[in-house]
């Protein structure tokens, strides 16, 4: 049974910054994508990072720049280092993963496994 637990989440102010965190259990696929999403108030979630098995990473264009998703195997924990907040972002935080390789990595429809989320909001 896949469990993802996000935590890191909270209220900053802008210019600020945060590191979310995806702790993952019962995982036990070979290859693997892991991604982060968010959903703003009143908006579509949609996908901000995503990492596979292999290393390699996706993001979206437009929040590459101050957005880095990265993974600790070891600690089977998946991160999101947001810099430079900006009131924007704030929204629900949400961590997903998918056994495979995904075909679109930023899509959501590609994810089976969900976190609860975590909330960020920027002032």
């Known amino acids: 049974h896949v469990q993802l637990v996000e935590s890191g989440g909270g209220s900053v102010q802008a210019g600020g910054s945060l590191r979310l965190s995806c702790a993952a259990r019962?995982?036990?696929?070979?290859?693997?994508?892991m991604g982060w999403f968010r959903r703003p108030p009143g908006k579509e979630r949609e996908g901000i990072a995503v990492?596979?098995?292999?290393?390699?990473?996706a993001y979206a264009e437009s929040l590459k720049d101050r957005f880095t998703i990265s993974v600790d195997n070891a600690k089977n924990t998946l991160y999101l280092q947001i810099n430079s907040l900006k009131p924007e972002d704030s929204a629900t935080y949400y961590c997903?993963?998918?056994?495979?390789?995904?075909?679109?990595?930023?899509?959501?429809?590609?994810?089976?496994?969900w976190g609860q989320g975590t909330q960020v909001t920027v002032s």
């Open positions: 990492i596979d098995s292999d290393g390699d990473t």
């Open positions: 997903a993963s998918a056994p495979g390789y995904a075909l679109d990595p930023l899509g959501p429809r590609e994810y089976k496994f």
């Open positions: 019962g995982y036990t696929y070979d290859t693997y994508c």
